[in-house]
């Protein structure tokens, strides 16, 4: 190559590498706008739909008659243009980059927003120095936290910020239990030397991690116990925080705190936290998804020892291993989590998953039950296997005229649905238009759908029950008219969780017609009440939370798509005909199912497109808008404490945002519990 050609070919890459660069920024910026509008366009929906509003527009249309001025509605609509314009844009520049080869990055959040929440809200107060030190003077003894360190290649910077970490801890009963390679071995005895509660374990050098951490685990004296990989680092309020926990609730055997990572080292000035993980209090399936316990946890010493400790075999995941051993011999109310971000991962995490599927495989043979795991991006899918003759699903549709989309509906259900047996029961709330009455006539002729007539004011909550009792299938399904199916296996997916005893109801990813998302779960509290999880997010989008693509348990699902076992509905009562007729019936009878005992799943891998409310409309009447102020009263006053602090979700968590970003902290206390 000639120099000049070699010149032009630098010259070339540098300018490639700017102009990705460029187009990553834009893509940010993009993505920022999305989640803005998307807020935007339900702040603009709450506007139209609010009391206030109706009234006023009210009596704008009885002045302008009065006073012979034409009154034109349009505003709404326009504003909607604009939405729904912005979206189709995204929509088509999301596919031009795919189809370009733009390379997708994982989600990152945005550093300079999560450094102003540590600003405003990582605070380590005095009062909580001085609440610390008092419980340490009132127990001199206890707890004792056993801390392990293990690393054959970690440097010395690596072992000194992590045991100027603990060195910096307010809460004086501790112990540093460490088994390093020659690199650590002059920093450890050195700090070893500072301070005798650091002591050196001899060990082989060829001994594995796994035996390392065996030693460890032998030779601590501790209460509890948890694994220090050098490099990472705990605040230093961190092991007092866990004492006031243990304070509180004696029984625990396991805690976690939430955890972010951490660049630079302790010395110099150029230290930055990032990547927070604000963590659930209770998500079991979650769990058996990702590891979101992660290396913030504190096991019950012990019990850990009784159970045999760290097993040989899982990498990095080994800690992942012990918590599902300790989850079933003590159950979830034994776990206890810390809602503050007091541990700093700056360690890489090696090669989780494939010891995460060892570990959650080896959970499931020791339950003897039949449950296959494979990896997906983010962490792993559990699969739930149908029995050799499936049971009947019955699916409740309730419609009123719009023969186009119950069309639409019906031919997903029956044509591209890979599950049988299948019966479709039509709650046919008075249509009237001649082509609904003529699809109905037509379609009745199928053996596999009924209809049944029942006129009268809109009640999605009796047209449902109705449906249900006369449905025939041990499976039910509640089937808005305005899906349309996308993915053939969504039914399968959700029946196979629906048949598990654990399992209340299970809900479904639901899209818009662009492919963002409409429904990824319900959180509680999320914009006043109750709303759905990752709203507006794209498809494959660059900036795409991992939770979105994991199955998980929340509060609640939506029944625009929800499938259960038809006995859990018949206990729990149904949906509620009398105080929710139309709104959050769905919300409340998934709240019912979990204080029976019963989980509520979520799964990614049932996508279905929603419609969303395109039969019933959204509530401008003013009759509307009382009947749903009616109904938000009564969930508030019903469900005050899961609206304040829902479980499956993060205290430290937006309430204004769908994506799962830090926000202020609601109804934070120093532990939360697990149910």
């Known amino acids: 190559m000639k120099p000049d050609d070699a010149k032009s070919d630098k010259d070339a890459r540098e300018e490639i590498a700017a102009l990705k660069k460029t187009v990553e920024e834009r893509d940010r910026e993009i993505a920022m706008l999305a989640e803005w509008m998307g807020a935007v366009r339900v702040d603009v929906g709450s506007v139209f739909s609010s009391f206030a509003w109706k009234i ?74 001085s609440r610390i030190r008092d419980l340490a003077r009132n127990r001199p003894r206890g707890p004792v936290f056993s801390l392990l360190m293990h690393s054959k290649t970690a440097g010395p910077d690596q072992w000194a910020d992590s045991l100027e970490s603990v060195l910096a801890q307010i809460w004086p009963n501790w112990e540093v239990l460490s088994v390093c390679g020659e690199a650590g071995d002059p920093t450890v005895d050195t700090y070893a030397a500072r301070d005798s509660r650091i002591k050196k374990i001899s060990c082989s050098h060829h001994s594995g991690a796994a035996r390392a951490l065996s030693r460890l685990v ?30 509180q609730r004696p029984g625990i055997r396991l805690i976690y705190t939430d955890h972010d990572r951490i660049n630079g080292d302790r010395m110099d000035g150029d230290r930055r936290r990032h990547s927070p993980c604000f963590k659930p209090s209770w998500n079991p399936d979650l769990l058996a998804s990702v590891d979101f316990i992660g290396p913030s946890a504190f096991y019950h010493r012990e019990s850990a020892v009784a159970l045999g400790g760290f097993s040989p075999g899982f990498s990095r995941a080994r800690g992942y291993d012990l918590t599902w051993r300790f989850i079933e011999k003590f159950g979830w109310d034994a776990l206890c989590h810390i809602p503050r971000p007091l541990f ?13 599927r060892k570990a959650l495989e080896g959970h499931f043979r020791r339950l003897k039950k039949n449950v296959q795991v494979v990896d997906v991006p983010g962490g792993l899918r559990t699969i739930y296997p149908l029995p050799s003759h499936p049971p009947l699903v019955s699916l409740i549709i309730p419609i009123r005229d719009r023969a186009d989309l ?18 479709i029961i039509v709650m046919d709330n008075g249509s009237r238009d001649p082509e609904t009455l003529a699809y109905l006539s037509e379609i009745k002729k199928d053996s596999r759908i009924s209809v049944i007539r029942r006129p009268g004011p809109f009640n999605y909550s009796r047209l449902n029950n109705i449906g249900a009792a006369r449905a ?51 959180v509680m509290g999320l914009r006043g009440l109750a709303d759905h999880a990752f709203r507006f997010m794209d498809k494959g989008a660059p900036n795409a939370h991992p939770r979105l693509g994991l199955i998980q348990n929340y509060s609640a699902v939506t029944a625009a798509c929800m499938v259960m076992r038809r006995r859990v509905f018949e206990k729990a009562g149904g949906f509620n005909e009398k105080s929710l007729k139309v709104t959050f019936n769905d919300v409340d009878l998934c709240l019912r199912l979990e204080k029976m005992g019963h989980r509520i799943l979520w799964t990614p891998f049932a996508e279905l497109s929603h419609h969303e409310s ?16 009616r109904e938000i009263r009564f969930m508030k006053s019903k469900w005050k404490k899961t609206i304040e602090n829902d479980p499956c979700y993060s205290p430290n968590l937006t309430r204004d945002g769908y994506d799962f970003a830090p926000g202020p902290p609601v109804g934070r206390k120093s532990t939360q519990p697990t149910r």
């Open 56 to 129: 006023g527009n009210a009596l704008i249309k009885i002045m302008a008659g009065a006073m012979g001025f034409p009154y034109r509605e349009g505003l709404r609509e326009r504003l909607e243009g604009v939405f729904d314009s912005f979206r189709a844009w995204r929509a088509s520049r999301s596919k031009f980059s795919r189809d370009a080869g733009s390379p997708s990055r994982v989600f990152d959040p945005d550093s300079v927003l999560y450094g102003r929440w540590i600003q405003k809200y990582d605070i380590l107060e005095d009062s909580a120095i």
């Open 218 to 247: 032998s030779d601590a004296k501790g209460d509890f116990i948890t694994v220090l990989t050098p490099g990472d680092e705990w605040s230093p309020d961190a092991l007092g925080r866990v004492a006031e926990a243990l304070e």
């Open 344 to 356: 700093h991962q700056k360690s890489a995490d090696g090669d989780l998953v494939r010891g995460m």
């Open 406 to 423: 119950l069309r639409t509906a019906l031919d997903g259900l029956l044509g591209r649905t890979d599950y049988e047996p299948v019966e």
């Open 472 to 522: 025939a299938g041990e499976i039910i399904g509640f089937v808005n008219n305005d899906i349309e199916v996308i993915s053939p296996g969504w039914l399968k997916e959700m029946a196979g969780h629906a048949l598990r005893p654990e399992i209340g109801a299970v809900g479904a990813m639901l899209r818009y017609g662009d492919g963002s998302v409409q429904h990824a779960g319900v």
């Open 614 to 629: 395109s039969t019933r409309g959204p509530d401008h009447h003013p009759k509307r808008a009382l009947r749903l102020a």
